[in-house]
């Protein structure tokens, strides 16, 4: 039976087990980097305690960590979690040959720094982009996963259902062509819009957010790493997304998946993961109202409370 939640916060706090006390441990924190496959450098950050679940965060595409901050925080506290920059993002390295821009050497990424820090087996949460990397992750090593949190992503061809408007392909395919002919002007466009004064304003009219929610400073961050992110790169990794078909793994999902959707999401709309949910086995699935797809920093509260309920009911 598929179970779909859309409650609030106060709701979801009575159906968390009181019996439990949420108690902080110590917290150790390591910082570092680990080679992939063909000697990229990757860097991570793992916190918290010994004991507990090990949780990997994976984040979307041209994203640093800063979407995981609220989630990060409040499991650090009690379970080890870990994370990290995907190739050619943020404080990791790019890759010197640029046929290992795909999601296969994403995924080689990850698997990189479990073994780095020792991590046999975790929950892997990916977000936009991260969920078709953890989907591919769980397909090569299906021993190292004990549960999936997918957010606000798509199991194949994001681009067919952006703004869920089929014709958004194209426009990628103008954008890879662009990119690749006039790089040094493509990053140029990219810087500018870094610095544009009304880039919060765009965001709100294009419904990239919800502008009385969300964490500003956060999508300040965001701004600012998508457009220092190389485009030539951007463009060769969004292609090799929307090249992978996850689609018939679903059905073989074998350990506990939670899908976290949102209603406002315009880059992953809502069907698609109620889809997901759909051909997941007894997956669940948490709909947020009046959220968008970075709810991660718009309502962190409640994802929290639905993530830590999801872990105590299928993992202990």
Same mark, same amino acid.
């Given at each position: 039976?598929? #179970?779909?939640?859309?409650?609030?916060?106060?709701?979801? !706090?009575?159906?968390?087990?009181?019996?439990?006390?949420? =108690?902080?441990?110590?917290?150790?924190?390591?910082?570092?980097?680990?080679?992939?496959?063909?000697?990229?450098?990757?860097?991570?950050?793992?916190?918290? #305690?010994?004991?507990?679940?090990?949780?990997?965060?994976?984040?979307?595409?041209?994203?640093?960590?800063?979407?995981?901050?609220?989630?990060?925080?409040?499991?650090?506290?009690?379970?080890?979690?870990?994370?990290?920059?995907?190739?050619?993002?943020?404080?990791?390295?790019?890759?010197?040959?640029?046929?290992?821009?795909?999601?296969?050497?994403?995924?080689?990424?990850?698997?990189?720094?479990? $073994?780095?820090?020792?991590?046999?087996?975790?929950?892997?949460?990916?977000? &936009?982009?991260?969920?078709?990397?953890?989907?591919?992750?769980?397909?090569?090593?299906?021993?190292?996963?004990?549960?999936?949190?997918?957010?606000?992503?798509?199991?194949?061809?994001?681009?067919?259902?952006?703004?869920?408007?089929?014709?958004?392909?194209?426009?990628?395919?103008?954008?890879?062509?662009?990119?690749?002919?006039?790089?040094?002007?493509?990053? $140029? =466009?990219?810087?500018?819009?870094?610095?544009?004064?009304?880039?919060?304003?765009?965001? &709100?009219?294009? $419904?990239?957010?919800?502008?009385?929610?969300?964490?500003?400073?956060?999508?300040?961050?965001?701004?600012?790493?998508?457009?220092?992110?190389?485009?030539?790169?951007?463009? $060769?990794?969004?292609?090799?997304?929307?090249?992978?078909?996850?689609?018939?793994?679903? !059905?073989?999902?074998?350990?506990?998946?939670?899908?976290?959707?949102?209603?406002?999401?315009?880059?992953?709309?809502?069907?698609?993961?109620?889809?997901?949910?759909?051909?997941?086995?007894?997956?669940?699935?948490?709909?947020?109202?009046?959220?968008?797809?970075?709810?991660?920093?718009?309502?962190?509260?409640?994802?929290?409370?639905?993530?830590?309920?999801?872990?105590?009911?299928?993992?202990?």
């Amino acid at each position: 039976m598929k #179970a779909a939640s859309t409650l609030a916060s106060e709701d979801l !706090k009575s159906k968390i087990n009181t019996n439990q006390p949420r =108690i902080s441990r110590l917290t150790q924190v390591r910082e570092g980097y680990a080679r992939s496959f063909d000697g990229t450098k990757i860097w991570f950050k793992s916190s918290g #305690a010994d004991k507990g679940n090990t949780i990997i965060f994976c984040n979307g595409l041209g994203c640093s960590t800063f979407y995981w901050k609220h989630i990060y925080s409040y499991f650090k506290k009690t379970d080890h979690v870990v994370l990290f920059d995907w190739r050619g993002h943020g404080k990791s390295e790019s890759p010197k040959n640029q046929s290992y821009i795909n999601v296969d050497s994403l995924t080689e990424d990850m698997l990189a720094i479990a $073994k780095k820090l020792r991590i046999k087996k975790a929950i892997f949460a990916g977000h &936009s982009m991260g969920t078709q990397i953890l989907f591919r992750f769980y397909q090569k090593y299906p021993h190292r996963v004990s549960a999936l949190i997918p957010c606000f992503g798509a199991f194949n061809k994001p681009l067919d259902t952006f703004y869920n408007n089929p014709s958004s392909k194209y426009l990628f395919s103008l954008i890879y062509l662009f990119n690749h002919t006039f790089p040094n002007l493509a990053n $140029k =466009i990219g810087y500018l819009m870094s610095k544009n004064p009304f880039w919060f304003q765009m965001g &709100s009219l294009l $419904k990239m957010m919800n502008p009385g929610l969300v964490d500003k400073t956060v999508m300040k961050e965001y701004i600012k790493h998508f457009t220092s992110v190389d485009a030539i790169f951007l463009a $060769k990794l969004t292609k090799s997304l929307q090249d992978y078909d996850a689609e018939p793994l679903l !059905k073989n999902i074998k350990v506990p998946t939670m899908i976290i959707a949102a209603e406002q999401d315009t880059f992953t709309p809502v069907w698609i993961s109620k889809k997901m949910n759909h051909l997941i086995p007894n997956s669940e699935i948490l709909v947020i109202k009046k959220a968008s797809h970075v709810a991660l920093v718009e309502q962190p509260a409640l994802i929290n409370l639905r993530i830590e309920k999801f872990i105590q009911e299928r993992l202990k």
